[in-house]
């Protein structure tokens, strides 16, 4: 009992400003990860191209290519058709006639020669003449001296002229050009490229 009571006692003996003794708990602050800072907005070479992922949602941006600009078609056309013509528009060149001669007598290269012929299963040397003139709707006269005279003679000959031997003429060909024609010579041989020989006159056909 006497314990108790100076326990009690005790307890009574403890002055009443004790009780201004109990530690006042101070506010805690926000941490500061909480504290909001205004964020200055992106200018328009740092805004990002593509919107960010967020979270696990799966979402992703995409970045959309910028438009090209279209190319009108009369553009294209204008250019092309100043670069260059139609070709339906375009006109053949012809061949000259000297060489039309020239590449239809070196066509019949190695035809024999044959005593009056005409054909291309054999010639004498008038006759070949006239099929090759006749194959660029040129007519010429059978023989050699009707041919020479059919022409006009000329001192400078040029290509696709005939030679003429003799007069009145037994031989023709047709001057090739460099001192050379082609002629159908005499029996047992053929159309061929050959010197021409001494004595030689040339007609050009009218």
Known sequence: MIAVSGGMVASFAI??????LTPTLAKPKAPAATQVLPIAAPTAAQAPLVSPSFGDIGFSGVAQPKPVAAVSRATISGSRSASRPPLANAAPVPAPVSSGVLGIAASLAGVPYVYGGTTTSGFDCSGY???VFNRLGISLPRTAEEQR?????VSTPQVGD???FGSPAYHVGIYAGNGMMWDSPTTGKSVALRSIFAGATYGRVK
């Open 149 to 153: 005279q059919a022409t006009t003679r």
């Open 15 to 20: 002055p009443a400003s004790a009780a201004t």
């Open 162 to 164: 005939l030679v003429f």
């Open 129 to 131: 003449t006239q099929y």
